[in-house]
């Protein structure tokens, strides 16, 4: 956890050191005038003797970026930065606005730091939904925040790019427009994502999607969180060009998430031959999912491991852990 103690202080680090359980801790919440707030599998705590001032906070910040914070002025849009090793620091604070939309955070009171490590899930139990003669099939994962949808998108990209079992090794491209599938660092990947995935980092989905057809042929496209209408007809024209997309997407079940129109529309053409959703994740928690065909149906549901962090595995894929998510 080198790369998240640095951030800190050296009065902090030796405390940090001692009192936390770097094992099993998800979220480290700093708050101005506050003391540091853990976020771990069995639950939360604070560390009342790491009061946050804000000269703390600021140090912190110079830490993520290097005291250049103008050079993450597009990250600061999204509200967060994603550091080395793939642990993601969400912002708040005051926002800028221009024209009704965020230029920037300036006075930032508030970060989170999402602790990235190794998970215990199983995704072997889901390839049998997601692959038929054919090959892969195109997929929605649906799940509310911290329900293990990046983590799912991230090894499933190892296990298709992968020869294992029966599954035949495909061609996988990664559109991580807010860097957290891949994590890449100057543009290679920090987290594993399998050996045979190229990945489009930092850039726009819908433009990325388009890109990565036409320069990487890829036989699955995977894209984290589509948002709105762009992107929704992006996944279309890819699915019509002949390419398996992977995506996921905000929201509490199937027929919450009918009810956007952008999605809708993708529902009602039968771009998913199927859907996955997830729940979300609580201290000591399983992953629970179900798997739904092109017209709503429940094909099968079930659990993954106990999950006491986000996977931010780097280099670690083998034919042993295949399917660990």
Same mark, same amino acid.
């Given at each position: 956890m080198k790369e998240i103690l640095r951030l800190f202080p050296p009065s902090f680090q030796k405390v940090l050191l001692e009192q936390v359980d770097w094992r099993r801790v998800q979220e480290i919440r700093l708050r101005v005038d506050r003391p540091i707030e853990m976020i771990s599998s069995s639950g939360y705590s604070v560390i009342e003797s790491l009061s946050m001032t804000a000269d703390h906070l600021s140090y912190v910040l110079n830490q993520i970026s290097q005291f250049s914070l103008y050079r993450f002025k597009d990250e600061l849009k999204e509200g967060f930065i994603t550091i080395e090793?793939?642990?993601?620091?969400?912002?708040?604070?005051?926002?800028?606005?221009?024209?009704?939309?965020?230029?920037?955070?300036?006075?930032?009171?508030?970060?989170?730091?999402?602790?990235?490590?190794?998970?215990?899930?199983?995704?072997?139990?889901?390839?049998?939904?997601?692959?038929?003669?054919?090959?892969?099939?195109?997929?929605?994962?649906?799940?509310?925040?911290?329900?293990?949808?990046?983590?799912?998108?991230r090894e499933l990209a190892c296990v298709i790019g992968a020869a294992a079992g029966s599954y035949s090794p495909s061609k996988v491209a990664i559109v991580d427009e807010r860097s957290e599938i891949a994590a890449s660092l100057r543009g290679v990947p920090q987290l594993d994502v399998g050996t045979r995935t190229d990945v489009m980092d930092a850039c726009p989905k819908a433009d990325g999607m388009m890109m990565m057809i036409r320069s990487m042929s890829p036989d699955v496209l995977i894209v984290d969180e589509i948002g709105g209408e762009r992107d929704a007809l992006a996944v279309q024209e890819a699915v019509y060009t002949g390419v398996k997309v992977i995506c996921s997407l905000h929201g509490n079940g199937v027929e919450s998430v009918?009810?956007?129109?952008?999605?809708?529309?993708?529902?009602?053409?039968?771009?998913?031959?199927?859907?996955? /959703?997830?729940?979300?994740?609580?201290?000591?928690?399983?992953? /629970?999912?179900?798997?739904?065909?092109h017209l709503g149906q429940v094909l099968g549901e079930g659990e993954g491991g106990r999950m006491d962090g986000v996977d931010r595995r780097r280099h670690h894929f083998n034919r042993y852990n295949t399917g660990r998510i």
């Open positions: 090793g793939g642990h993601r620091v969400g912002l708040a604070g005051k926002a800028n606005t221009q024209e009704d939309k965020v230029e920037t955070l300036k006075h930032i009171s508030f970060m989170n730091i999402r602790v990235a490590r190794s998970t215990r899930g199983q995704v072997s139990s889901l390839l049998p939904y997601l692959y038929d003669d054919m090959g892969w099939r195109s997929v929605l994962i649906i799940g509310p925040p911290h329900s293990g949808k990046t983590t799912l998108l009918s009810r956007r129109p952008s999605v809708s529309q993708l529902m009602h053409d039968q771009v998913f031959e199927r859907y996955i /959703t997830l729940e979300r994740l609580r201290a000591g928690s399983v992953i /629970t999912w179900k798997v739904y065909n």
